[in-house]
């Protein structure tokens, strides 16, 4: 959790805002010190977090959890983070008969037309649990990133769906025997191709930005690599509840990735130029 | 203008961008034509009941016939409580009714739609539920219906674009400058020309339409004392206030396109180098040397051999 992009966001684990859609980007660089952020913070918060990680390993996770101060594996232990390593667990749908559907089923059949295995996944790992207290504060889930299902051979169409499924689920389902509000928050990663044009792309990017309640746009320089600014963050606030109030705002904020923080300044103040 | 959209009837498109989003407007339409009496019919399949509900005082609430698709679209919880048909299947069914009652039926989103139905089944379903009040023989039993459609313009291409744009009657495209939003509206009436007009605006928490003039021109930033400040429905021409002359007249453009080139070698500039033109040597230089010229008659080049 990095306590200058709390500030920028305005707001702490303690008062977090719930039932929200973040959609993060990046541009021209890599945008998974967002993700890292977001993942501690979150377990900070003591909320349940799902985390769908389909691109690096838990151990990656765990270590640099490690430096940001949350222990991925205690977590683990306690029931607090259910995690769906891809990177694993595509093997085992591979190699090994599976009696019911693994949610990485779309790997293996040639026209899986959607991620429903996926979802139920996410919903039995984020449905509360019948005990006396309530543990935890609310569900998140977390998905990095959504681009590779693009790459897997999933439609544009299948992962909005998909997404759309999750969104009814953990920011808004009515549970049958209690009617307990689920109002969970989602934060997934989408890459922008740029240049390339990959139209599937552009959909899945356009139309999560339409339904996201907050954008995180991490870009690379327009000038190229420099050594004391890595990139910029664009951060845009849609859908208000209350319109007027602030309209759709945006903020760029420029940035430098340090070992166990992240340092924000405002265009053109990085501290080596000034 | 914006505030009229709705008495034509037919299908309005409201287009809208990352940027500028059109839900709040389509809302306040929506509200709109709740307080005139209208029947409202909501197909509700981006974002959930409780989520478009928000901001309505239960006045209103009460006048919303809502369509829920958002919860379970796909059948995915198979537990059969969703509209059989889905949402092409309630929007047909619209298409039967016989009410005098004038209807306006809100498409959230049409974006939605187009993404998961063919593009000329949406099409026709749409076309038959908007001009069902021009329809003839029951003509005078229907009353006016409305659609309101939120297209999300970046997601999808010109073409299923094109289409919906030709159906529609009205077109508003929501953009804004400067924190102010502003919706142009493109207008066909039947048998007029179209009209279209820009409006700024802005959407009160109670989802009223506020109606505005526009940013003013002294707030513009980095505005230049020396141009003249542009009126706002204006576009600037920039071939105006130049020192050159940058368009041909016909005259000028056809002499420009039988201009031969100075240094193409046609056969015409061959016989002319040939055969030189009599009374071309019609010049003549005089010359008066002064006291510090060397005249030598001897010619430099003799020596050389060409």
Known sequence: MFVELNNLLNTTPDRAEQGKLTLLCDAKTDGSFLVHHFLSFYLKANCKVCFVALIQSFSHYSIVGQKLGVSLTMARERGQLVFLEGLKSAVDVVFQAQKEPHPLQFLREANAGNLKPLFEFVREALKPVDSGEARWTYPVLLVDDLSVLLSLGMGAVAVLDFIHYCRATVCWELKASILYLMQGNMVVLVHDSGDAEDEENDILLNGLSHQSHLILRAEGLATGFCRDVHGQLRILWRRPSQPAVHRDQSFTYQYKIQDKSVSFFAKGMSPAVL | ?306
């Open chain 2, 1 to 306: 203008m914006l505030d009229s959209l709705l008495a034509l009837g037919g299908l309005v498109l409201l287009r809208d961008s990352v940027e500028w989003e059109g839900r709040s407007l389509l809302k306040a339409l929506v509200k709109k034509s709740a307080l005139c009496g209208e029947q409202v019919h909501i197909l509700g399949c981006e974002v959930s009941e409780e989520e478009f509900r928000e901001g309505f005082d239960s006045d209103i609430n009460n006048r919303l016939v809502y369509h829920d698709f958002f919860r379970d679209p796909l059948n995915w919880s198979k537990t059969e409580e969703a509209f059989p048909g889905g949402p092409l299947g309630a929007l047909r069914a619209m298409c039967k009714r016989t009410d005098p009652v004038p209807v306006t039926i809100a498409l959230d989103s049409l974006s939605w739609l187009l993404l998961r139905l063919p593009c000329t089944t949406l099409c026709q379903v749409l076309h038959a539920v908007s001009h069902q009040d021009s329809c003839p023989g029951d003509s005078s039993s229907v009353g006016k219906v409305s659609v309101l459609g939120l297209l999300h313009e970046e997601l999808h291409g010109p073409g299923p674009v094109g289409a919906l744009s030709s159906l529609a009657q009205t077109e508003v495209t929501l953009g804004g400058t400067m924190g102010q939003a502003s919706a142009h509206i493109l207008c066909r009436r039947p048998r007029q020309r179209p009209t279209d007009q820009t409006q700024w605006f802005s959407i009160l928490p109670d989802f009223s339409l506020d109606l505005q003039e526009g940013p003013s021109v002294e707030s513009q930033p980095y505005s230049d004392p020396h141009i003249p400040p542009v009126s706002k429905n204006a576009k600037v021409d920039p071939t105006t206030h130049l020192t050159f002359n940058l368009h041909l007249s016909k005259k000028e453009r056809e002499a420009r396109d039988s201009l031969i080139l100075p240094f193409q070698f046609s056969s015409e500039k061959q016989q002319a180098l040939l055969r030189p033109r009599p009374g071309q040597a019609t010049s003549h230089i005089f010359y008066e040397p002064d006291a510090y010229d060397d005249l030598d008659q001897e010619d430099p080049d003799d020596d050389l051999d060409i």
